[in-house]
């Protein structure tokens, strides 16, 4: 089974500093998805960014990027000039390639929970 | 409106009632699926459907159920709830082929 560790359960940053969110997880797999949401106080979920790990290339979404370090199975998230909208907990997911039988479950880690101070 | 609608958005009852949580969309995906968010433990797999004949138990399925009435429909239900239930439940949707799950708004639900 999949498991997903996100080690910092809490981070505060200065507004318009960057901060970047750990996340490494176990696999036996060499195909898979990796994924992380936002979960902003009004608690929906967001998807940020997703990276897939048959590319080397690191997924950026305009202030957001990870670095994918597939041998060390680790996919950090960095959140450059943050803001105040930043605010949120932060979920890791992990999805293992799909096949004929499904497979397409999502494996969270436990979050980390970013403050943006003003 | 929103793609995911997940009714009601809060729900407070008894032990031992019968609870009903809905959910529907309208991206349509075949692909869906219930999850519970406990403080500290992330969400957790409750039950996932591939297709209105494909239901499959997750990683915490004791205690529930679901329906897929309709490619657009997935309903979880708790037969007798019990405090420990007391979570917050999401419905998510997806396409296949390892895209990302789109979530609805959530059910807060509180058992006394």
């Known amino acids: 089974a999949q498991t997903v560790t996100q080690s910092q359960p809490e981070m505060s940053v200065q507004e318009a500093e960057t901060v970047t969110l750990s996340c490494t997880y176990d696999t036996s797999e060499s195909n898979y998805y990796l994924f992380w949401y936002k979960q902003p106080p009004s608690r929906q979920m967001i998807l940020v960014i997703r990276q897939e790990a048959y590319k080397q290339q690191n997924a950026t979404e305009n202030r957001f990027s990870v670095n994918f370090q597939k041998a060390a199975k680790s996919f950090s998230l960095k959140i450059s000039d943050s803001q105040l909208g930043d605010t949120a907990m932060y979920f890791c997911a992990f999805m293992k390639e799909p096949s004929n039988f499904g497979n397409e479950k999502l494996t969270f880690g436990t979050g980390t929970r970013l403050t943006i101070i003003p | 409106d929103a793609d995911v609608t997940q009714t009601p958005r809060n729900r407070i009852t008894k032990t031992g009632k019968r609870i009903m949580l809905e959910c529907s969309q309208t991206?349509?995906?075949?692909?869906m699926y219930w999850y519970r968010q406990d403080p500290g433990l992330g969400l957790r797999l409750i039950y996932y459907s591939f297709d209105v004949k494909d239901i499959n138990k997750g990683e915490i399925s004791d205690g529930y159920s679901v329906s897929r009435q309709a490619q657009a429909k997935f309903s979880l239900s708790l037969e007798s709830a019990i405090p420990n239930q007391t979570a917050l439940y999401f419905c998510?949707?997806?396409?296949?082929?390892?895209?990302?799950?789109?979530f609805g708004d959530g059910t807060r639900l509180s058992i006394l």
């Open positions: 991206k349509g995906h075949d692909r």
């Open positions: 998510a949707t997806s396409k296949r082929g390892g895209q990302p799950q789109h």
